[in-house]
């Protein structure tokens, strides 16, 4: 296991604030391209979390289900279990507005799945093929937005009694140890002076619902072989 080192959010790191901290080592394997992790290939939470889905989606998922795949998970940290009939009986609004074309008897049970999903594999590569295979082409175009600040000030992010921070306008100030960071240019907030980290806010994200749940064949493909017909809407 080794050693551990509290660190606040680092926005050099970390353009929303938020890191990551799975598969943290030992502090000695923090610098870049230092890890001694495995690489996962094929992880059984995953595993788990496709039996959960495929029955649910075949309407055959049961409590039982759920107790041999989701609750596994959940046991890790302590969570409680994932209840199926107070889903079933209760889909979240909020996640119901992300997938609009889920729907039938089984709609709560599916939309927990879907976020025990894209909890459990956050990071790991599996977001946009997920958003592939459920239709949720619009879900990219979003706004990427990262940690809420009210405002201009100093601010302690890791809660140590000391300011990690320093969001300003005007003239830069000097405060060694601190992040500081320029409103408007080097960090640029939801409602001009206070709200979420804005990413990227000037990068038009677009995506063709007629065209991008397939990718592009291959032109050498497509002239190897005549009897090949390019994907709808790709030229």
Do not use: C, H
Not at 74 to 87: K, Y
Request: aromatic share 10%.
């Amino acid at each position: 296991m080794g050693d551990a080192q509290p660190v606040a959010p680092n926005f050099g790191n970390s353009v929303t604030g938020y890191q990551l901290i799975k598969f943290v080592g030992d502090v000695k394997y923090d610098n870049y391209n230092r890890s001694e992790n495995d690489m996962p290939i094929f992880r059984y939470a995953e595993v788990l979390l496709n039996y959960a889905e495929a029955k649910a989606e075949l309407g055959t998922l049961s409590q039982a289900d759920i107790d041999i795949s989701i609750k596994l998970l959940r046991d890790r940290v302590e969570m409680p279990n994932l209840n199926f009939q107070e889903a079933k009986a209760k889909p979240d609004p909020y996640l119901a507005k992300d997938y609009t074309n889920v729907s039938g008897d089984n709609k709560g049970i599916i939309l927990e799945i879907r976020r025990e999903r894209r909890i459990e594999l956050v990071m790991e590569s599996f977001r946009w093929d997920d958003i592939l295979r459920w239709k949720a082409g619009q879900l990219v175009t979003r706004q990427f937005k990262g940690m809420y600040f009210p405002g201009t000030g100093k601010f302690d992010l890791d809660g140590d009694g000391k300011d990690d921070i320093w969001i300003y306008e005007g003239t830069k100030p000097t405060a060694p140890g601190l992040q500081i960071l320029k409103l408007g240019s080097e960090i640029l907030l939801e409602n001009g002076k206070s709200g979420n980290v804005i990413v990227n806010p000037n990068i038009n994200k677009v995506f063709d619902e007629s065209r991008d749940y397939l990718y592009p064949l291959p032109v050498q493909e497509l002239e190897l072989n005549p009897n090949l017909e390019q994907n709808p809407n790709w030229k």
